[in-house]
């Protein structure tokens, strides 16, 4: 057991609200973390970004104290998960994948009741209850079973259920996994309301555009530990500045002009048939536009549209991992 | 806004147990609330018992013979006590298996609560709703005729038989909730746990089966439970001369003991296992 023995002291962490180093946990022969390190500022967004069976799940249990890690060190608001998990359990809300929340309680029965497991007193479960239904829009159906509700609602309540202690750090997994845009933004103004009262968020997600709008910096992590991390604008900026995009007036000039793209820049072109458009990364973004329209021309290809742009988190996943992201994303 | 101070976890013994005791009664509290709300799966949990009494008691019943003579009614309801006992299994997996599958535990688990809350609230609700399906079959059996022709203190001897085995059974259920982790994984216990319900002295006494059926239906734990009960209740059809059926007070207490020294580890086990 590593646990017992890494007693070396963890660095100076009051300022940070999650610290992880070096976490391990192997289930049989696969490798769900692998040397997975982590720091989360108090008060800001953290966006853990990966394709499914990257670890990120497993790296949200750990921290919420529910499975024990085979090696390294976790701690939460300052407190070690393995060896002080009921400290922990005391300044952390989990939103996990599948909603949590009971469909033959009413909704405010149902804050009650976990206002109630958190030791709070009937009368003041319930001035919680209150509260947390007006700020997440919840009153008017305060009475009325979840059941009925949308995946956005009942995202909204288990939030609500979440941070029924405020507590310092709050984790979600996948909080908007498999609901519509509507209800996604939905719920990320939920979030950013936490946010904005000083909660610090864990968040993960493999949908790049909920990273980028919600996180003040994401760590990509992939076969269990962290590839890549940085603000959304540096991740973009760090790997290889803009992209290219190039269509040309013709789909039959597709393969010509792939290879005038890949002359001028020197990188190998990304083929969209569909779109009849071609992507490459560039350095010296002026240099390469003006080049290659002269070069576009003189080959006599015919461009119908031009344009330079910083990379979207998609193209940032696909070089970081070679793998394209889940593609549920709308 | 209410202000919420961060909350420290009890240090001493004294704040320990007083913690554990609030927390399992919240448990046991929304666990009685979801049948409260759900009437229709308890009513649906006593509606086999129920026809049972109907169908063998009326409509087989003029078949049944009962050994050393009596009426078939007041032989059989202590069967369908002992059988709606064994049932709970079911209930108490189906329970665990709701929870575990919808991210309820793992959520209970990341908060602060008493370790021992989810399960002890879990088997707290269990018990208290045996006590009702009891309350209403011993209605059902007083209706069509049956009496418990002891004493007080042997009415409450076999009613504390009865909760002992749902007790133990409960340590089972709850092993089988968490080895489950599926809502699909439920609906074959039913089926598994009919036999144990039929291959017993429910509606037959053993006497009457053939000799290696009859030690089988003997040996089974909720035989001994509804042996012991009709002695108790004064009922008729006592068992056969085997030492199995001789002793069945004695057994009716020590199958619960056994059953619990094996699953209640387990079932600890299990859930510890949770966190691996």
Known sequence: MTLATQHRPLRESTDLAVRVEGLGKRYGDTAALDGFDLAVPRGTVCGLLGPNGAGKSTAIRILCTLLRPDSGRAEVDGFDVVRQPMHVRYRIGLVGQNSAVDEVLSTRANLEMFGRLYHLSPRAARRRADELLAQFALTEHADQSPRKFSGGMRRRLDLAAGIIMSPPVLFLDEPTAALDPVHRSDVWAGVRSLVAQGTTVLLTTHYLDEADQLADHISVIDHGRVIAEGTPDELKTALGGDQLDIVPAESADLGAARDVLARVTGTEPQVHEAARRLTVPVRNRVNALTETLREMESAGLAVHDVALRRPTLDEVFVRLTGNAPSHESP | ?276
């Open chain 2, 1 to 276: 806004m209410t202000t919420l101070s961060v909350k420290q976890p009890p240090t001493d013994l004294a704040g320990r147990l007083s913690r554990a005791v609030l927390d399992s009664a919240t448990m046991t509290r929304r666990n009685l609330i979801y049948w409260l709300r759900s009437p229709d799966e308890v009513v649906g949990g006593l509606a086999f018992p129920i026809v049972s009494v109907l169908l063998f008691g009326f409509v087989f019943g003029s078949a049944m013979t009962v050994p050393g003579g009596g009426d078939y009614r007041e032989f059989l309801m202590p069967g369908l006590f002992g059988m709606t006992m064994v049932f709970g299994l079911v209930v108490t997996a189906t329970a665990m298996v709701s929870d575990t599958s919808r991210g309820v535990t793992d959520r209970f688990r990341s908060m602060p609560i008493a370790p021992s809350a989810v399960v002890a609230g879990r088997s707290l609700a269990d018990m208290i709703r045996a006590c009702a399906d009891l309350a209403a079959l011993i209605g059902c059996g007083l209706l069509v005729g049956w009496r418990a022709r002891g004493g007080v203190l042997e009415f409450a001897a076999a009613l504390g038989l009865l909760l002992l085995l749902r007790f133990a059974l409960i340590w089972v259920g709850i092993y089988i909730g968490l080895l489950l982790r599926s809502q699909e994984g439920v609906s074959v216990l039913f089926p598994m746990v009919l036999p144990f319900a039929m291959i017993a002295n429910t509606f037959v006494s053993p006497t009457m089966m053939p000799n290696w059926l009859g030690f089988i239906a003997d040996l089974n734990p909720m035989s001994a439970t509804v042996a012991a009960i009709r002695e108790l209740f004064g009922n008729p059809g006592l068992g056969g001369e085997t030492w199995l059926a001789q002793n069945a007070i004695l057994l009716a207490a020590a199958w619960p003991l056994a059953i619990i020294a094996i699953f209640f580890p387990l079932s600890v086990h299990r859930y510890r296992h949770l966190s691996r």
